[in-house]
């Protein structure tokens, strides 16, 4: 997805609307917020429809859970805060559920968990995902996220460069303006099957850490909603059970993304 259709979409289409299932019986509304920038996990696309593994599953839980679930897109860097002001009732957009992010929200357990690598461009004299090899080197991350955080923590030999959208690091590598990325390994091996990841290949994934990388992606609903959380990881248990998850799976990955 261009940068430029990302933001021409968030202005003309500000709520974008997406119901769950049009086959459902009458039970809780439910807004979800996530970002529309995030391929293959949440993307917004060019006809104003919100696609991905997150949006997917999402759907998925709320039938069943028997709710009346639609979808709002909000930048990365705002949606904890627009959760915060009711602007809608969880976010569902790969946030890892962290310790720092604990004080702000409340989290379900976990829908997913995959481990945090680096890509660099083809001709790179980078040989290793290892902080030694990136001392000194400039690094692009999505601001705000648990990948810009490890970058920080562990790669302090680095010139970490924050960027709003993953879209905006991946321009810049293509470009030869960085060294290289740090995000999720499923986000970046997708990325590089396409044209505009053919400018760059996987270096490796990176050791998790357990304090800044948490303890996967989970649903995030305002402090004290509990009883939401509770809906949101039963409804993952449920699929999980009964196969639809392994639908999804199937649908983007060849390989579980369940983690441990």
């Not at 660099?120 to 601001?143: C, F, H, W």
Request: hydrophobic letters at 40%.
């Amino acid at each position: 997805m261009r940068i430029s259709k990302r933001f021409t979409l968030a202005a003309s289409a500000a709520f974008i609307a997406l119901f769950a299932t049009s086959a459902m019986a009458e039970g809780e509304k439910i807004v979800i917020g996530t970002e529309g920038a995030y391929p293959p996990f949440n993307n917004l696309e060019s006809d104003g429809t919100l696609t991905g593994f997150d949006v997917d599953i999402a759907k998925a839980m709320c039938e069943e859970m028997k709710a009346e679930c639609t979808f709002v897109t909000q930048d990365w860097d705002g949606i904890i805060p627009a959760l915060i002001a009711k602007k809608f009732d969880a976010i569902i957009a790969s946030m890892s559920i962290t310790a720092e992010r604990k004080e702000q929200v409340d989290f379900s357990k976990k829908y997913y968990n995959t481990p945090p690598a680096i890509v660099v461009p083809k001709d790179s004299e980078i040989k290793e995902a290892t902080p030694e090899a990136l001392a000194g080197k400039s690094l692009g991350a999505q601001g705000s996220t648990t990948h810009s955080n490890y970058a920080e923590a562990h790669m302090k030999d680095a010139e970490v460069k924050m960027y709003p959208t993953a879209d905006e690091y991946k321009l810049d590598i293509a470009n030869g303006r960085i060294d290289a990325v740090i995000d999720d390994v499923v986000v970046l091996s997708e990325w590089l099957k396409t044209d505009d990841g053919a400018c760059c290949k996987l270096l490796g994934t990176l050791p998790v850490d357990p304090v800044i990388n948490g303890e996967g992606a989970g649903v995030a609903v305002r402090k004290g909603d509990t009883a939401l959380a509770d809906k949101f990881t039963a409804a993952v248990a449920a699929i999980r059970a009964n196969g639809k998850y392994q639908e999804i799976n199937a649908k983007y990955f060849p390989f579980d993304v369940y983690g441990d």
